[in-house]
Antibody, heavy 126, light 113 residues
Framework: QIQLQQSGVGLVKPSQTLSLSCDIS??????????WNWIRQSPSRGLEWLGR?????????EYAISVKGRITINPDTSRNQFSLQLNSMTPEDTAMYYC????????????????WGQGTMVTVSS | DIVMTQSPDFLAVSLGERATINCKSS????????????LAWYQQKPRQPPKLLIY???TRESGVPDRFSGSGSGTDFTLTINSLQAEDVATYYC?????????FGQGTKVEIK
């Protein structure tokens, strides 16, 4: 059974950096048949895709323009996990953060996100 | 970015009746190479992550009851819940995965009348 388990601190001060990890069991972060995504949800912004990483003979990352310049998503093959770092946090970044998998066949990702982590509530406050 | 717009925002349906949720994308999500629509539907209950119900606009995810069905093509899509059950009370979202960034509709909250 494929599972994603999130970890990381849920309270961040303004201007500081959010760091979250997503441990993968039952699949591989290096799989050629998946992409590994970070998505957040807040009442004001709804569900918002932040970015993804995936391996297709080499590593790729893509980020949403709304957070580009502040975000880093990194795979860790030794731990079979991927991480999210979001810098210069503001109260507008307060949200539930999810990691999620998308299934793919080659270059075509065909299903949306079929596996989700449990979520981490992140609050930005001094 | 592709904008996804759902209607209605809120829906109250009697037990056993049909619920219909609409989703419109600001551009077509039909992929010409395989003639598939890159559109998914999710169900989210309080304090849970979204659960994938439907992908390719009309393909039910494994284990999803057959009272859930998806239809539509191009820019206009529908999620239908036939014979609404109490456990179907939730918020439903559409999402495209045609390109990045993936974007979601604003959600439709379904309750029992």
């Amino acid at each position: 059974q494929i599972q994603l388990q999130q970890s990381g601190v849920g309270l961040v001060k303004p201007s500081q950096t959010l760091s979250l990890s997503c441990d993968i069991s039952g699949d591989s972060v290096s799989s050629n048949s998946a992409t590994w995504n970070w998505i957040r949800q807040s009442p004001s912004r709804g569900l918002e895709w932040l970015g993804r990483t995936y391996y297709r003979s080499k590593w790729y990352t893509e980020y949403a323009i709304s957070v580009k310049g502040r975000i880093t998503i990194n795979p860790d093959t030794s731990r079979n996990q991927f991480s999210l770092q979001l810098n210069s946090m503001t109260p507008e970044d307060t949200a539930m953060y999810y990691c999620a998998r998308e299934r793919c066949r080659g270059t075509i990702c065909y299903s949306g996100s079929d596996i989700w982590g449990q979520g981490t509530m992140v609050t930005v406050s001094s | 970015d592709i904008v996804m717009t759902q209607s209605p925002d809120f829906l109250a349906v009697s037990l056993g009746e049909r619920a219909t949720i609409n989703c419109k994308s600001s551009q077509s999500v039909l992929y010409s190479s395989n003639n598939e629509n890159f559109l998914a539907w999710y169900q989210q209950k309080p304090r849970q992550p979204p659960k994938l119900l439907i992908y390719w606009a009309s393909t039910r995810e494994s284990g999803v009851p057959d009272r859930f069905s998806g239809s539509g093509s191009g820019t206009d899509f529908t999620l239908t819940i036939n014979s609404l059950q109490a456990e179907d009370v939730a918020t439903y979202y559409c999402q495209h995965y045609f390109l990045t960034p993936r974007t979601f509709g604003q959600g439709t909250k379904v309750e029992i009348k």
